[in-house]
């Protein structure tokens, strides 16, 4: 959700995360009162209080219940499935943050599961009171009320915002502070249990933001993120060429990873336009084209139908992978890498253009020896390799993996510089009425940028990782007419760049940072 924008800092029962959680030894009201009050001296604030008995903790009760009602601070937090595991090795931003598993390591601890539960609660507001009182301290709740609570959870900001985990510290047996990022805002939360396991304080204190200030300070959070990293900061003019205000190795083609679904909506825009396909047009799900990872028409029953505009928006909402490979079969593999020579200047790179499947086959089954055999043949013999071979392996044959592999060899490529033309040629599109769908295609996931609607009317996002790669690109027009488009890539060979939420989070701040410096 949204924060406030306040600067008071409530305390609070209640918020969890389904992947994480810290466990500390239990420790007595008394000591919880007293760790927790001496972690939030000079806050301003009551800080978090174990609140086990109404008698001892009232003064902080009753500031509690104002703060609720008031609703500055609290949050939930939907990050349910890590969006893409074994198969999950394509993703983007908005599926990892909405759905992805930062790499916190929460003990499962009394303290941590409450943490646990907090961080998934989100989705659920509001909550009934028998699941309330299953997770807070009678003697809280005697002070602050099922009502106000639900009533500050969901005041934070619209329904559905992840809460994301981005770290943790002093982590004891009945206590602990975690770094969560909530829609846009951050907070330092310091929980705190009773001998029951049950939450006895909460406290959420706003945390400090990191978006930068000037192109000088844009460079220098860059190269936190990656060791390899490219961006490109450009206004897009009336005739839709990017002209680059700030830049860092624009024009290097790097691994995308679901970034190149962009290069398929294309083409899928393009068979519109040439009326070789409607968006309302059925396609059908089979098993052959299921694909594991990221989205949900995996899950889908076989012969189900699906409109091609809703399968387009299932593609790059949620990164869909088997909408991905649905719609490049639906216009061809010549099509789409077409679409890419249209727009980019490594397109040879992409020659053949993989599946999502063929992808994950190469990488995850009998790996590196069919990778091998697959990189020492030349575009055409690859291309025959794959329909011969690569594409008779099964999903079931696949293996997850959790470092890098191959990703510039075997992946999709092109540059900051290529997703600039990208982005303009899709907003070329969609100025055609009947490729307006483009639009709704591409904002109806903002992948969790801090973007205020009336200054920022328009925002198009789409993101992706594997291990080694985190991409993120941009389109947005502000209030004035004015177009800008924002691309990050980042790579690294010998670990994986998303390692935690929170450089997805530092690579959101640097695209906000340098939104605010162009607009």
Same mark, same amino acid.
């Given at each position: 959700?949204?924060?406030?924008?306040?600067?008071?800092?409530?305390?609070?029962?209640?918020?969890?995360?389904?992947?994480?959680?810290?466990?500390?030894?239990?420790?007595?009201?008394?000591?919880?009162?007293?760790?927790?009050?001496?972690?939030?001296?000079?806050?301003?604030?009551?800080?978090?209080?174990?609140?086990?008995?109404?008698?001892?903790?009232?003064?902080?009760?009753?500031?509690?219940?104002?703060?609720?009602?008031?609703?500055?601070?609290?949050?939930?937090?939907?990050?349910?499935?890590?969006?893409?595991?074994?198969?999950?090795?394509?993703?983007?931003?908005?599926?990892?943050?909405?759905?992805? $598993?930062?790499?916190?390591?929460?003990? !499962?601890?009394?303290?941590?599961?409450? +943490?646990?539960? =907090?961080?998934? *609660? %989100? /989705?659920?507001?509001?909550?009934?009171?028998?699941?309330?009182?299953?997770?807070?301290?009678?003697?809280?709740?005697?002070?602050?009320?099922?009502?106000?609570?639900?009533?500050?959870?969901?005041?934070?900001?619209?329904?559905?915002? $992840?809460?994301?985990?981005?770290?943790? !510290?002093?982590?004891?047996?009945?206590? +602990?502070?975690? =770094?969560?990022? *909530? %829609? /846009?805002?951050?907070?330092?939360?310091?929980?705190?249990?009773?001998?029951?396991?049950?939450?006895?304080?909460?406290?959420?204190?706003?945390?400090?933001?990191?978006?930068?200030?000037?192109?000088?300070?844009?460079?220098?959070?860059?190269?936190?993120?990656?060791?390899?990293? !490219?961006?490109?900061?450009?206004?897009?003019?009336?005739?839709?060429?990017?002209?680059?205000?700030?830049?860092?190795?624009?024009?290097?083609?790097?691994?995308?990873?679901?970034?190149?679904?962009?290069?398929?909506?294309?083409?899928?825009?393009?068979?519109?336009?040439?009326?070789?396909?409607?968006?309302?047009?059925?396609?059908?799900?089979?098993?052959?084209?299921?694909?594991?990872?990221?989205?949900?028409?995996?899950?889908?029953?076989?012969?189900?139908?699906?409109?091609?505009?809703?399968?387009?928006?299932?593609?790059?909402?949620?990164?869909?992978?088997?909408?991905?490979?649905?719609?490049?079969?639906?216009?061809?593999?010549?099509?789409?890498?077409?679409?890419?020579?249209?727009?980019?200047?490594?397109?040879?790179?992409?020659?053949?253009?993989?599946?999502?499947?063929?992808?994950?086959?190469?990488?995850?089954?009998?790996?590196?020896?069919?990778?091998?055999?697959?990189?020492?043949?030349?575009?055409?013999?690859?291309?025959?390799?794959?329909?011969?071979?690569?594409?008779?392996?099964?999903?079931?044959?696949?293996?997850?993996?959790?470092?890098?592999?191959?990703?510039?060899?075997?992946?999709?490529?092109?540059?900051?510089?290529?997703?600039?033309?990208?982005?303009?040629?899709?907003?070329?599109?969609?100025?055609?009425?009947?490729?307006?769908?483009?639009?709704?295609?591409?904002?109806?996931?903002?992948?969790?940028?801090?973007?205020?609607?009336?200054?920022?009317?328009?925002?198009?996002?789409?993101?992706?990782?594997?291990?080694?790669?985190?991409?993120?690109?941009?389109?947005?027009?502000?209030?004035?007419?004015?177009?800008?488009?924002?691309?990050?890539?980042?790579?690294?060979?010998?670990?994986?760049?998303?390692?935690?939420?929170?450089?997805?989070?530092?690579?959101?701040?640097?695209?906000?940072?340098?939104?605010?410096?162009?607009?």
């Amino acid at each position: 959700m949204t924060a406030t924008g306040r600067t008071t800092s409530p305390e609070i029962p209640g918020h969890q995360h389904p992947t994480k959680g810290a466990e500390m030894r239990p420790k007595t009201s008394q000591e919880v009162r007293r760790g927790v009050r001496d972690k939030t001296a000079g806050s301003g604030g009551p800080g978090v209080r174990a609140m086990r008995r109404a008698t001892a903790a009232r003064a902080g009760a009753v500031a509690a219940a104002s703060f609720l009602v008031t609703a500055v601070a609290v949050t939930v937090l939907s990050v349910a499935p890590a969006p893409v595991g074994a198969v999950a090795r394509v993703t983007t931003l908005s599926a990892a943050t909405a759905a992805g $598993a930062p790499a916190v390591k929460v003990p !499962s601890t009394p303290v941590g599961k409450q +943490l646990d539960w =907090l961080l998934g *609660i %989100g /989705p659920r507001l509001p909550l009934s009171t028998k699941e309330i009182s299953a997770h807070f301290d009678a003697a809280l709740l005697a002070q602050v009320s099922p009502a106000a609570l639900n009533q500050a959870l969901e005041s934070l900001g619209p329904p559905g915002s $992840a809460t994301i985990l981005l770290g943790l !510290s002093k982590v004891e047996t009945s206590s +602990l502070v975690a =770094l969560v990022q *909530i %829609g /846009p805002s951050r907070y330092s939360v310091q929980l705190g249990v009773d001998g029951a396991g049950l939450i006895a304080g909460l406290f959420f204190k706003p945390a400090a933001s990191s978006v930068p200030h000037s192109w000088s300070e844009v460079d220098k959070q860059l190269t936190t993120i990656a060791p390899e990293v !490219s961006f490109l900061a450009a206004k897009v003019g009336s005739d839709g060429t990017c002209s680059p205000l700030h830049s860092v190795l624009a024009g290097t083609p790097r691994p995308l990873g679901s970034m190149f679904k962009l290069f398929i909506l294309g083409a899928i825009a393009n068979a519109v336009h040439d009326h070789r396909i409607s968006w309302s047009q059925k396609v059908t799900i089979t098993a052959a084209v299921k694909v594991g990872g990221s989205g949900t028409l995996q899950n889908s029953p076989d012969g189900t139908e699906l409109a091609v505009e809703q399968v387009a928006i299932k593609m790059i909402s949620v990164s869909d992978n088997t909408a991905a490979d649905m719609l490049l079969k639906l216009v061809g593999r010549v099509a789409v890498e077409d679409q890419v020579r249209a727009w980019s200047s490594h397109a040879s790179l992409d020659v053949p253009f993989l599946t999502v499947n063929e992808m994950f086959a190469l990488k995850y089954h009998d790996f590196p020896t069919m990778a091998n055999h697959y990189l020492s043949l030349n575009a055409s013999q690859r291309a025959s390799y794959l329909a011969t071979t690569v594409d008779k392996v099964p999903a079931s044959a696949e293996q997850s993996a959790s470092m890098p592999r191959d990703i510039n060899s075997i992946e999709w490529f092109a540059s900051a510089d290529d997703l600039c033309r990208a982005f303009t040629g899709l907003a070329k599109l969609q100025a055609e009425p009947a490729l307006s769908a483009i639009g709704t295609v591409l904002s109806t996931n903002n992948g969790g940028i801090a973007l205020g609607a009336s200054t920022w009317p328009r925002v198009w996002f789409k993101g992706g990782s594997e291990p080694g790669v985190l991409s993120l690109g941009y389109l947005a027009r502000d209030s004035r007419g004015q177009t800008f488009v924002v691309v990050v890539l980042t790579e690294d060979t010998s670990k994986p760049v998303q390692e935690s939420a929170a450089v997805e989070i530092q690579a959101l701040d640097v695209i906000s940072g340098a939104l605010g410096l162009m607009g």
